[in-house]
T-cell receptor
Framework: GAVVSQHPSWVICKSGTSVKIECRSLDFQATTMFWYRQFPKQSLMLMATSNEGSKATYEQGVEKDKFLINHASLTLSTLTVTSAHPEDSSFYIC???????????FGDGTRLSIL | AQTVTQSQPEMSVQEAETVTLSCTYDTSESDYYLFWYKQPPSRQMILVIRQEAYKQQNATENRFSVNFQKAAKSFSLKISDSQLGDAAMYFCAYRRGSGNTPLVFGKGTRLSVIA
């Protein structure tokens, strides 16, 4: 089946640093990748939709300069949290899809803790 | 905008019994998909079952089945012969059938299974 790999699974860093999270589709080419954020005991909130070779589309309220998304190839998308602060601590999940009529496959998520 | 509502924040079921999780959605589209995802404590998102709106027949996957009522915009999940491993958060999700659209999630229902 389709596999999406997300790395790292857990990261702890100091306030003010930037953190990059990678999302890879291992056995298929993903024309579209999605980034979600999940607070404890809450649902997944869509942050942005990323298409290969074009700029990401951000949801309302998500700062594009804070959460940089790059989808440089059909198998890799990255989310960079710039100048991270404690309020950015959360669980981030990526998801990838081969085409619009195909299922969305999820990575295992990244737990980000900013001290 | 499409919305997904799960009115049961928490549910519990005795092992080997049957439980039904509720989900309603709001859309003006005629072509769409509905999903149930399971998120265990590991926080991995696991697809449980999927339903195409154009199909009248309710989807089933082993012990999992749905009751899809299109006119009422209702999509409930029935888990039969509940097992301890079924304990998890369950999210109902909607996706428009056409275009590059993401999954939209409900707030989730936490299911406990009592031995």
């Amino acid at each position: 089946g389709a596999v999406v790999s997300q790395h790292p699974s857990w990261v702890i860093c100091k306030s003010g640093t930037s953190v990059k999270i990678e999302c890879r589709s291992l056995d298929f080419q993903a024309t579209t990748m999605f980034w979600y954020r999940q607070f404890p005991k809450q649902s997944l909130m869509l942050m942005a939709t990323s298409n290969e070779g074009s700029k990401a589309t951000y949801e309302q309220g998500v700062e594009k300069d804070k959460f940089l998304i790059n989808h440089a190839s059909l198998t890799l998308s990255t989310l960079t949290v710039t100048s991270a602060h404690p309020e950015d601590s959360s669980f981030y999940i990526c998801s990838a899809r081969r085409s619009s009529n195909q299922p969305q496959h999820f990575g295992d998520g990244t737990r980000l803790s900013i001290l | 905008a499409q919305t997904v509502t799960q009115s049961q924040p928490e549910m519990s079921v005795q092992e080997a019994e049957t439980v039904t999780l509720s989900c309603t959605y709001d859309t003006s589209e005629s072509d769409y998909y509905l999903f149930w995802y399971k998120q265990p404590p590991s926080r991995q998102m696991i697809l449980v079952i999927r339903q195409e709106a154009y199909k009248q027949q309710n989807a089933t996957e082993n012990r999992f089945s749905v009751n899809f009522q299109k006119a009422a915009k209702s999509f409930s999940l029935k888990i039969s012969d509940s097992q301890l491993g079924d304990a998890a958060m369950y999210f109902c999700a909607y996706r428009r059938g056409s275009g590059n659209t993401p999954l939209v999630f409900g707030k989730g229902t936490r299911l406990s299974v009592i031995a």
